[in-house]
């Protein structure tokens, strides 16, 4: 029987590199996909970035794309799309699991979500499958704000969520970029669990004042029901069977159980976390919020 409870064994983080031959990134693209290319190709490591729009074609809906990517891999970074914790995933990630190792992929890593009953589906289903892999169980992105579905609502300057008050351990996903790397180059993360959270814990009301300072423009928080948070995302266009889930979703991880902080970080990598508020020194002079500023400006 499989431990499913996070495995506390301490890690090395200074653990001697064994480089993969060749590393396969499954949503390559992605936010946290395409930075663990980066760290990767940085290393040297020959890595194979897949998706539906990649040859060769990886498609999570389609097992027969699956062998092509998997050749001649021995290490692996898995994204799920839409969500980890939606429908199909636990089948599709533990079946995928499988024929990883069937192929001699010695190292997979798999991007999960904190606070999640049924993204531990998932886990334990790979786990089960692959008892060494490793899970990143994280809170929520930073980079929701700058690169996902809060993008839009931060340039609006409202911010609505069925969040309350609850505070968040929120996650540069610099940093599990820099735990999956670990993960995939050396020893000691072979069925380790990982919590990965930030260091601090922030309200959307805080996080939204904090963004409000290093922008230069009023975002404000506005909390919302979960009824009332799916009715706009179907009006904003979003499909009914994604807004609704998400909603259902968004009440559950955002009830309260993931408002404390973890050290999956520091006991992966021996450091701590980056704070909310280097993410936002670092992603303001990028740009990203500049159009609201143009915007302001007019
Ligand atoms: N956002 C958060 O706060 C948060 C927190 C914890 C966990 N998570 C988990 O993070 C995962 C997503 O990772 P991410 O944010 O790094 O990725 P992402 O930015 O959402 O990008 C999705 C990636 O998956 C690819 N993709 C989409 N549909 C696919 C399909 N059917 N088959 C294969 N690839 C597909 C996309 O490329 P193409 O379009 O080219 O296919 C893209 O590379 C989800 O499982 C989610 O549960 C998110």
């Known amino acids: 029987m499989v431990?499913?409870?996070?495995?506390?064994?301490?890690?090395?983080?200074?653990a001697p590199r064994r480089l993969p031959n060749r590393a396969l990134v499954v949503g390559g693209t992605g936010k946290t996909g395409r930075r663990v290319v980066e760290r990767l190709?940085?290393?040297?490591?020959?890595?194979?970035?897949?998706?539906?729009?990649?040859?060769?074609?990886?498609?999570?809906?389609?097992?027969?794309?699956?062998?092509?990517?998997?050749?001649?891999?021995?290490?692996a970074y898995l994204t799920y799309y839409p969500d980890v914790a939606f429908p199909g995933a636990a089948e599709a990630i533990a079946a995928l699991g499988v024929a990883a190792v069937e192929r001699g992929v010695r190292r997979i890593v798999l991007l999960s979500g904190r606070g999640e009953p049924e993204a531990k589906?998932?886990?334990?289903?790979?786990?089960?499958?692959?008892?060494?892999?490793?899970?990143?169980?994280?809170?929520?992105?930073?980079?929701?704000?700058?690169?996902?579905?809060?993008?839009?609502p931060v340039l609006d300057g409202v911010i609505a969520l069925?969040?309350?008050?609850?505070?968040?351990p929120f996650i540069d996903v610099e940093?599990?970029?820099?735990?999956?790397?670990?993960?995939?180059?050396?020893?000691?993360?072979?069925?380790?669990?990982?919590?990965?959270?930030?260091p601090r814990l922030l309200s959307f009301a805080d996080a939204a004042a904090e963004l409000s300072e290093a922008i230069?423009?009023?975002?404000?928080?506005l909390p919302v029901t979960e009824a009332e948070y799916a009715a706009a995302a179907i009006q904003a266009g979003v499909p009914v069977e994604e807004?609704?889930?998400?909603?259902?979703?968004?009440?559950?991880v955002l009830d309260g159980r993931n408002a404390h902080l973890d050290d999956g970080v520091e006991r992966a990598l021996g450091r701590?976390?980056?704070?909310?508020?280097?993410?936002?020194?670092?992603?303001?002079?990028?740009?990203?919020?500049?159009?609201?500023?143009?915007?302001?400006?007019?």
């Open 3 to 14: 431990d499913m409870e996070p495995n506390t064994t301490t890690t090395t983080p200074t």
């Open 41 to 75: 190709v940085a290393l040297g490591v020959d890595t194979r970035s897949v998706s539906r729009s990649t040859v060769p074609r990886f498609d999570w809906a389609d097992p027969t794309t699956w062998p092509a990517a998997l050749d001649d891999v021995d290490a």
């Open 121 to 152: 589906v998932s886990e334990d289903a790979l786990l089960a499958a692959v008892p060494g892999a490793t899970i990143l169980r994280s809170s929520w992105f930073m980079q929701d704000f700058s690169e996902h579905f809060l993008y839009e």
């Open 162 to 168: 069925p969040a309350g008050d609850v505070t968040e």
């Open 175 to 198: 940093d599990i970029a820099d735990v999956a790397v670990a993960a995939l180059t050396t020893d000691g993360h072979e069925g380790v669990v990982y919590e990965l959270t930030g």
């Open 216 to 221: 230069g423009r009023p975002i404000r928080y």
């Open 243 to 252: 807004a609704e889930p998400l909603a259902t979703l968004f009440g559950v």
């Open 272 to 298: 701590p976390a980056r704070d909310f508020a280097e993410y936002l020194s670092r992603t303001v002079p990028t740009g990203a919020w500049a159009v609201e500023d143009e915007q302001a400006a007019g």
